[in-house]
């Protein structure tokens, strides 16, 4: 692989909880190539939000102690100055969130938030920033950019929202996008289209693109690789097809096959059950095992993620078994 | 800036004034006549006669029905008559006249104050929650709150103005005469009048400024690389501009009502020592004509808050 | 076939706007059956009138016009008490686990509050029928003992499930009931809704815009666009053989969780949003996002086809007997 334009190595989230620290995210590590499109997959509160959080620090210092390594072109960001982050926001790596109904600030208009970032970062005046806006607009297929950019957020649909939030995390040019579930909220008509603008956007400008969402279908029309997470830990990191095909860890296996379209009609889905633990009380060894139905003598010690066929994988047995994926 | 339907919402909210200002007429009016008694028998002085009741009856014509005299009463308003004091035989509308400016300097004065010391206090305290600020912040909300009013301001002007001579204990200085002089007259009772209104601003200003900072579309700006000052003056600023706005509104409604207090303290030639004065002789018209003013000044004031929305809030319907 | 147990006829509801006096019309002239034991799907983007159909089906709201008849009675022409007295049979599950219970209840409350209020049996009779469904649903008694926000969204959403089915109603509506929750989540409590269908033989009307979740569960599917249905078809029909573009283009933009090798062709995002149900388009409403659309779309409104036995489409473009 070619030098990695981002390297997470043992990055670890602890949360303060009263006096003492809740480890939330352990061991994720990483990278990501200049230019490529990289998944990350995995239930809800597997830690997907708060890595990709911490990888433009901004997870508050008082709230989180983040450990490891997150390399951008070099730099560790975790060790950087709130200052020097703020220079990198925006301008080198940015974020778009799921929520587009409460992502953008209600009481200014549309052009003003876009050209607001680009004057953070760039020495454009004012005007020249409010034109650059509009062109954004234009470029996000907003139509009329122009009387659009005076508009306020409610009076855009939430597709026309998640445009203007491409737009603005787009507008200074970053090397890398961070996309925690942009489609999420919105239909999949709407997300075609979203996802669709997303990948031009990112692949015109060479942008790399870390693309956080639960369902695999839109990672695997936009994604090279996928890391899944499970439980605040990568257990498996693969290409996309590969994982598909054949996946090694259980749980990307469950997960491929809990989906309805692997069961014959009205049947009784392979479902994984059980649910995910909680933050304070993970098991000590495979943390999948109190739900995994290859559970064995060696599951109770805690497992490394360990590469093997050209992946990464968090199971010693993952070379002897012979997992279903979502091939029907 | 005013898009066709905000100028629609603000027709809307001048249309809806119309009752209450007749409201406010009523109420005004009925003052003399809903109270006990016959209003000519209180007109009539100390020692009534048959006649001179009689006389007066006639003269302000309480012999019609009350919404003939209503109407006739309505109609005098508008050509700018409130009748006669009966203390001093003076017009009532040139006896507010004279007093108003001095009313109005120490409440505008006040408001600045309030404005400019609880928008503050408000601020830093939600920028930099459970700090010292923050903690001082709370804290003087709550003593100045809980501070008796008159004991506040017999103590400012024993220790300001009389044992330390830093203001004038008393009086007032007419501001077209002498604007520099009416504002360093006016800064202790503007400062006594102004503590409730500053707890109650920053207070207020405290628990918006923290709801909005926790509201998601903040994390969107720390991602797009703003500073904290950027996002707290800008974005923090304007969107609890709507909050700023009720909360100024409703301490200057209530500042109207506190110079009643404030003037007769500070010996103020203002309309509220005038109203309480004019309370005390029994001087219905003066009451009548003061009550109807301070009435309007909150109606005006409250009315342009309602204005002001429609500006600040691009959401408002 | 015998007589269906829900009937609806030329269902409309339209709320009124308060600036213009307008109306935006919700849904706009519904027809369907749904027999006993069926499950039919509803499917359609956001703002397509899904949930107000689903809540008038319920009678939670009432019609404009139209009819809803539930065996063969017509809710909407039944004095208030009677149909307070019929309301058991139909229930309802919302998306939110979270909104429709009430926080301050512990959970074993919340379910046995039907029972409550009909006053069916004794309290311990009652304590019993709820905990019963619960442990049927899959949750123990010391969970039923808990308050809500001490349970997990899926765990909620099994909570509303077992309201829904104490007083055994016969038809229930999910509307966007697995939405919010996670794929293996979603998978158990599909598998809930096809194991209590079997046991209490139910009908259900399920709501979503998951079609993978729509072709799964249902026996058949109804696609809705801004009011009204478009296309009505057996699960598998729809699947294989969808007519209508609007269908088509739903079908196409769904993202699928295959290896490339087996992905057909290039996706054609479907170009523009959803148009405001306040003005709807003349003719077919499908036709300012229709990639087909033709002259006469905007002339006339597609006249409903029968393309095959339970294979309904409304498109000028689809040939079949008129009905
Ligand atoms: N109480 C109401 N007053 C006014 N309009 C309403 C009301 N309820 C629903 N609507 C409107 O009716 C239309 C259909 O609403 P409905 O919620 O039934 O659609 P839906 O397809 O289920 O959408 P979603 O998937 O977003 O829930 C929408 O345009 C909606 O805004
Ligand atoms: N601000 C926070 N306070 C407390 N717990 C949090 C906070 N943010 C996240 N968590 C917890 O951290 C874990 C991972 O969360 P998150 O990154 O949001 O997961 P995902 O994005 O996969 O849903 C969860 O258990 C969640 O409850
Ligand atoms: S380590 Fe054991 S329990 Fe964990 S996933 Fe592998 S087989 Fe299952
Ligand atoms: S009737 Fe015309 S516009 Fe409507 S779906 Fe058919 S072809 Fe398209
Ligand atoms: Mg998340
Ligand atoms: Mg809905």
């Known amino acids: 692989m070619a030098v990695p334009l981002l390297q997470v190595e043992g990055l670890e989230l602890a949360l303060r909880a009263g006096r003492s620290w809740l480890t939330v995210v352990e061991d994720v590590s990483f990278a990501i190539a200049p230019g490529e499109a990289v998944g990350l997959v995995g239930e809800s509160g597997a830690g997907k939000t708060l890595t990709g959080l911490a990888l433009l620090g901004l997870l508050p210092r008082e709230l989180f102690r983040a450990a490891g390594r997150v390399r951008l072109e070099g730099e560790d960001i975790l060790s950087l100055p709130e200052r020097a982050l703020r220079r990198l926001r925006g301008r080198r790596i940015s974020m778009i969130f799921q929520e587009p109904m409460t992502a953008l600030d209600p009481v200014f208009t549309v052009g003003e938030q876009i050209a607001e970032t680009l004057r953070a970062h760039t020495g454009l005046s004012p005007v020249a920033a409010k034109a650059r806006a509009v062109e954004a607009l234009a470029e996000v297929g907003i139509p009329l950019p122009a009387r659009r950019a005076e508009d306020y957020p409610h009076q855009l649909s939430g597709g026309m929202r998640q445009r203007v939030m491409i737009a603005i995390a787009l507008a200074c040019e970053p090397r890398l996008l961070v996309a925690d579930e942009p489609t999420t909220a919105l239909d999949v008509t709407i997300q075609a289209q979203i996802i669709d603008l997303l990948l031009r956007q990112v692949s015109a400008r060479g942008t790399a693109l870390l693309l956080v969402s639960h369902n695999i279908g839109v990672v695997r029309e936009c994604c090279s690789r996928v890391v899944a997470m499970y439980a605040g830990q990568v257990v498996e990191d693969a290409p996309v097809d590969a994982l598909l095909e054949r996946p090694l860890h259980p749980y990307a296996s469950g997960l491929l096959r809990s989906h309805p379209r692997f069961a014959p009609h009205r049947a009784r889905l392979p479902s994984i059950g059980g649910r995910a633990p909680a933050p304070g009380a993970m098991p000590s060894g495979c943390r999948f095992a109190p739900r995994c139905a290859h559970r064995t003598t060696g599951c109770e010690a805690p497992q490394p993620l360990l590469p093997l066929e050209g992946r990464a ?16 | ?77 508008l050509r700018g008559d409130l009748g006669l004091s009966l203390q001093s035989r003076e017009p009532v509308m040139d006896l507010i006249l004279n007093r108003l400016p001095n009313t109005l300097l120490i409440v505008c004065y006040a408001m600045v104050i309030a404005f400019v010391v609880g928008s503050v206090l408000g601020i830093a305290a939600a920028a930099r929650r459970g700090s010292l600020v923050d903690r001082v912040a709370t804290g003087v909300a709550t003593i100045a709150d809980a501070l008796p009013y008159f004991w506040l301001a017999m103590l400012m002007v024993s220790v300001l103005a009389l044992d330390w001579q830093l203001f004038p204990a008393t009086g007032a200085v007419r501001f077209l005469e002498d604007p520099l002089g009416a504002i360093w007259t006016a800064t202790l009772p503007a400062i006594a009048l ?78 509220g020592s005038a109203l309480i004065q004019a309370a005390i002789n029994k001087d219905y018209f003066v009451v009548q004509g003061i009550i109807l003013m301070l009435a309007v000044l909150v109606f005006l004031v409250n009315l342009v808050v309602d204005l002001l929305y429609a500006v600040l809030d691009p959401r408002v319907e | ?74 809710l909407f022409a039944l004095p208030a008490p009677q149909l307070r007295r019929r309301r058991h049979a139909m229930q309802i599950i919302f998306q939110d686990p979270h909104a429709a219970l009430n926080p301050r209840r512990r959970i074993l409350d919340s379910v046995r509050e039907p029972l409550d209020i009909a006053g069916e049996g004794s309290p311990a009779e009652r304590t019993a029928r709820a905990l019963a469904m619960l442990a049927r649903v899959g949750l123990d008694q010391a969970q039923a003992a808990r308050f809500p926000h001490e349970l997990s969204g899926g765990q909620k959403q099994r ?148 393309v095959a036995p339970g294979h309904r489409v409304a498109c000028h473009l689809v040939e079949g007997a008129a009905c």
């Not at chain 2, 500042?255 to 010996?267: H, P, R, S, Y």
């Not at chain 3, 706009?28 to 069926?38: Q, T």
Request: proline content about 7%.
């Open chain 2, 194 to 271: 102004s503590i409730s209104g500053i707890a109650q601003i920053t207070r207020q200003l405290r628990a918006a400024m923290i709801e909005v900072l926790a509201s998601p579309f903040v994390r969107t700006l720390r991602a797009k690389g703003l500073s904290p000052a950027a996002i707290l003056w800008r974005h923090g600023l304007k969107n609890v501009g709507v909050t700023l706005l009720t909360v100024v509104g409703l301490v200057f409604s209530g500042k109207i009502g506190g110079t009643l207090l404030t003037e007769t303290v500070f010996a103020i030639p203002g309309t």
């Open chain 3, 159 to 306: 909570v509303n499930i077992a309201r829904a089915l104490v007083r055994r109603p016969r038809l229930l509506v999910a509307d966007e009931a697995t939405s919010a929750l996670d794929v293996s989540i979603q998978a158990d409590i599909l598998n809930l809704y096809l194991d209590l269908q079997a046991e209490f033989g139910l009908t259900y009307v399920i709501i979503t815009h998951d079609l993978a979740v729509a072709m799964h569960v249902s026996d058949r599917l109804a696609v809705m666009y801004l009011g009204r249905f478009v296309e009505v078809a057996p699960a598998a029909t729809l699947e294989q053989a969808a007519r209508h573009p609007y269908t088509r283009a739903l079908l196409a933009a769904e993202p699928v969780a295959l290896p490339s090798r087996l992905v057909t062709g290039a996706r054609m995002p479907l170009q523009g949003e959803i148009p405001s149900p306040v003005d709807p388009p003349s003719g077919c409403r499908f036709r300012t996002r229709c990639p087909v659309a033709e002259p006469r779309c905007a002339a006339a409104e597609p006249a409903w086809r029968q």
């Open chain 3, 1 to 74: 076939m015998s007589a269906p147990l829900l009937r609806v006829q030329d269902l409309r509801v339209a709320f009124p706007l308060r600036d213009s006096g307008d109306t935006l019309k919700a849904v706009d002239g519904v027809s369907f059956d749904v027999a006993e034991g069926e499950t039919l799907g509803i499917i359609g983007e956001s703002g397509s009138g899904k949930s107000t159909l689903g809540r008038a089906i319920v009678a939670l709201l009432r019609p404009d016009a139209g009819r809803v008849e539930l065996a063969g009675e017509d």
């Open chain 2, 1 to 77: 800036m005013l898009t066709r339907r905000r100028s629609r919402v603000i027709r809307h909210r001048v249309a809806q004034a119309v009752p209450t200002l007749i409201l406010v007429s009523l109420v005004s009016f009925l003052i003399l006549h809903i109270g006990p008694g016959d209003p000519a028998l209180l007109l009539a002085g100390e020692f009534p006669t048959e006649e001179s009741i009689a006389e007066i009856r006639q003269l302000y014509g309480f012999d019609r029905p009350i919404w003939e005299q209503y109407l006739s009463w309505v109609g005098q308003l």
């Open chain 1, 313 to 328: 994988v968090r199971c010693h047995r993952a070379a002897a078994l012979d997992l279903p994926g979502a091939v029907p």
